[in-house]
């Protein structure tokens, strides 16, 4: 069954994270708007052993964003997404929100060794798999570049 079609999930856990992220970290994520993020998660697949990315994401830029209130989407798999512990949910929602550049609407940077910097810094190599990682909303988390 490698050719059905995926079935698609709206994960508001996803943005409940990314409003307490944003609330938390309001000098970090200024200028980025929870509300126009949405996340998407397939459903009737297993996320394959061959793919590295945890997440994907992509944006719409103007004028093509003028006709949707989401400009930003993202795309993960639920059962990869349900599997995590909370620390690392957190942490995929933050990398998402770094992705963002309030200054484009609508870009959305590599997620490169380059443009998640920050994500290393902060949490250490290999972060999306480690469950050692800082509670990025109950501690106290200082947030490098």
């Known amino acids: 069954m490698a050719n059905q079609k995926p079935q698609w999930e709206e ?3 996803f943005i409940q994270i ?3 992220l944003a609330e ?6 200024d200028g980025v708007h929870v509300d126009e993020i949405v ?3 397939v459903t009737n697949k297993d996320k394959p052993k061959s793919k590295v990315k945890t997440y994907e994401m992509s944006g719409i830029k103007e004028p ?3 006709c949707s209130s989401k400009v930003y989407f993202v795309k993960l798999f639920k ?3 349900d599997g995590r512990s909370e620390k690392s949910k ?3 929602v933050m990398s998402a929100l770094e992705r963002i550049d309030p200054q484009n609407p609508g870009d959305v940077k590599p997620l490169d060794l380059r443009d998640q910097r920050v994500m290393v810094n902060t949490l250490g190599a290999n972060w999306e798999d480690r469950d050692d990682i800082p509670d990025l909303l109950g501690d106290k988390v200082f947030i490098r570049d």
Do not use: C, G, L
């Open 64 to 66: 093509e964003s003028f």
């Open 18 to 20: 990314a409003a307490k």
């Open 90 to 92: 957190t942490a995929i």
């Open 24 to 29: 938390k970290y309001p000098d970090r994520f």
């Open 39 to 41: 996340a998407y998660a």
């Open 11 to 13: 994960v508001q856990e």
């Open 79 to 81: 059962t990869d997404w």
